[in-house]
Antibody, heavy 120, light 106 residues
Framework: EVQLLESGGGLVQPGGSLRLSCAAS????????MNWVRQAPGEGLQWVSA????????YYADSVRGRFTISRDNSKNTLFLQMNSLRVEDTATYYC?????????????WGQGTLVTVSS | VLMQSPGTLSLSPGERATLSCRAS???????LAWFQQKPGQAPRLLIF???SRATAIPDRFSGRGSGTDFTLTISRLEPEDSAVYYC?????????FGQGTRVEIK
């Protein structure tokens, strides 16, 4: 069974940093691209960042480029999102999701999310 | 940009629900997905490639469309179908979502 478990969320002040983790199990993590998607309270879904299976290529939404860094440790089946210079508008539940890449890149499994609150 | 309509759909069990998703530019490869999200839960993939059902999705869910106009149909609504439904295009970067359609079961 595919499982994705996010952690690392919490309350942080504007300008602060946070590192999210996503522990994967139930599939061969090293062969899948992975994704972060966020959802502000009461709002819709917004793609944040993606990374290829080998970690060589990374992609970012304009709103986070230069502040967030996606990475992965395939030996530990874990995906990361390093978030720096956090802003109030980054407040959201952050989901990690597995990407199928057989025909375009689409999310087929999602974790339950971790809440990040940026507030003074 | 993806525009979903209607914003809210209120129907009775057994009725047919038709949700629309319109793209501002053509998705040449029909890289369009539909997700279901229930309160407090993560999104769940229903449809990918505009019309392919994901694993374990009941056949009452179907997707169709091409280019700029796409539709998700729920043929016979059941109480557990109450949720927000999002379309997503993954044809171009950045991948984007529609604003969602809320389906309420009377």
């Amino acid at each position: 069974e595919v499982q994705l478990l996010e952690s690392g969320g919490g309350l942080v002040q504007p300008g602060g940093s946070l590192r999210l983790s996503c522990a994967a199990s139930g599939f061969t993590f090293s062969t899948y691209a992975m994704n972060w998607v966020r959802q502000a309270p009461g709002e819709g879904l917004q793609w944040v960042s993606a990374i290829r299976s080998n970690g060589d290529d990374t992609y970012y939404a304009d709103s986070v480029r230069g502040r967030f860094t996606i990475s992965r440790d395939n030996s530990k089946n874990t995906l990361f999102l390093q978030m720096n210079s956090l802003r109030v508008e980054d407040t959201a539940t952050y989901y990690c999701a597995r990407l199928r890449t057989d025909s375009g890149w689409y999310e087929d499994y999602w974790g339950q999310g971790t809440l990040v609150t940026v507030s003074s | 940009v993806l525009m979903q309509s209607p914003g809210t759909l209120s129907l009775s069990p057994g009725e047919r629900a038709t949700l629309s998703c319109r793209a501002s530019q053509s998705l040449g490869r029909n890289y369009l997905a539909w997700f279901q999200q229930k309160p407090g839960q993560a999104p769940r993939l229903l449809i990918f490639g505009a019309s392919s059902r994901a694993t374990a999705i009941p056949d009452r869910f179907s997707g169709r469309g091409s280019g700029t106009d796409f539709t998700l149909t729920i043929s016979r609504l059941e109480p557990e179908d109450s949720a927000v439904y999002y379309c997503q295009q993954y044809d171009v970067v950045p991948r984007t979502f529609g604003q969602g359609t809320r389906v309420e079961i009377k």
